[in-house]
């Protein structure tokens, strides 16, 4: 079983539409979460961190349920800019005095007029 | 300057040469990361640095090597590569000291061609 697993999709959903990713993780002494979106050809960066059962930014809410070892992103509104690939990030355990990430492969996402 | 840079954005060198990634971070963090990423695949952690100590080599090929002089700079030292070296590589920072609350910060990464 992967570390961390997402469905790659792509999810293609019009503009307005709420949209919905999940990820799921197999430490489940996994510390902290996180998402990150990645444009095409460019870096990853952080859109939300997730470090008790969940948080809301604007039209994005992410929910973390440790007992079922997976967490979601939920984007309302959609923008055609929201295009882009969303990664699923988990820190296992800190070990070695340093936080490892875990990253999952990512979730393609088109919305489009 | 800020946030994370890297040196050069792309680049093309044949099996034989030797070339160098660089990354500098502008944010005060005391961790540096390098990562690969292959189209189509999880971004895949090759080195750590902790306080300019190498805490970690992700069974990387010795024909990798990194450099942390300081902990503002982090190299990649690149010699006799392979085509299928060919990747994205990607630097990161981070401010460790808190057990599982510290986010990372990339830079641009660099396009890396192998002929």
């Known amino acids: 079983r992967k570390e961390v697993e997402q469905d790659p999709g792509p999810f293609n959903v019009p503009e307005g539409a709420t949209v919905a990713f999940n990820c799921t993780y197999s430490n489940s002494a996994s510390q902290s979460f996180f998402w990150y979106r990645q444009d095409c050809r460019k870096e990853p960066k952080l859109l939300m961190s997730?470090?008790?059962s969940g948080n809301e930014d604007g039209r994005f809410t992410a929910q973390l349920n440790r007992a079922s070892q997976y967490i979601s992103l939920l984007i309302r509104d959609s923008k055609l800019s929201d295009s882009a690939t969303y990664l699923c990030?988990?820190?296992?355990?800190?070990?070695?005095?340093?936080?490892?990430?875990?990253f999952g492969a990512g979730t393609r996402l088109a919305v489009h007029p | 300057e800020t946030g994370v840079t890297q040196t050069p954005r792309h680049l093309v060198m044949g099996m034989t040469n030797k070339k160098s990634l660089k990354c500098e971070q502008h944010l005060g963090h005391n961790a540096m990361y390098w990562y690969k990423q292959s189209a189509k695949k999880p971004l895949e952690l090759m080195f750590v640095y902790s306080l300019e100590e190498r805490v970690e080599n992700n069974s990387v090929p010795s024909r990798f090597s990194p450099e942390c002089p300081n902990s503002s700079h982090l190299f990649l030292h690149l010699h006799t590569l392979q085509p299928e070296d060919s990747a994205l590589y990607l630097c990161?920072?981070?401010?460790?000291?808190?057990?599982?609350?510290?986010?990372?910060?990339f830079g641009p990464g660099t396009r890396l061609t192998v002929l």
């Open positions: 990161a920072s981070s401010q460790d000291g808190t057990p599982g609350y510290n986010e990372q910060f």
């Open positions: 997730v470090y008790s």
């Open positions: 990030v988990v820190n296992p355990v800190f070990s070695g005095g340093y936080n490892k990430l875990i």
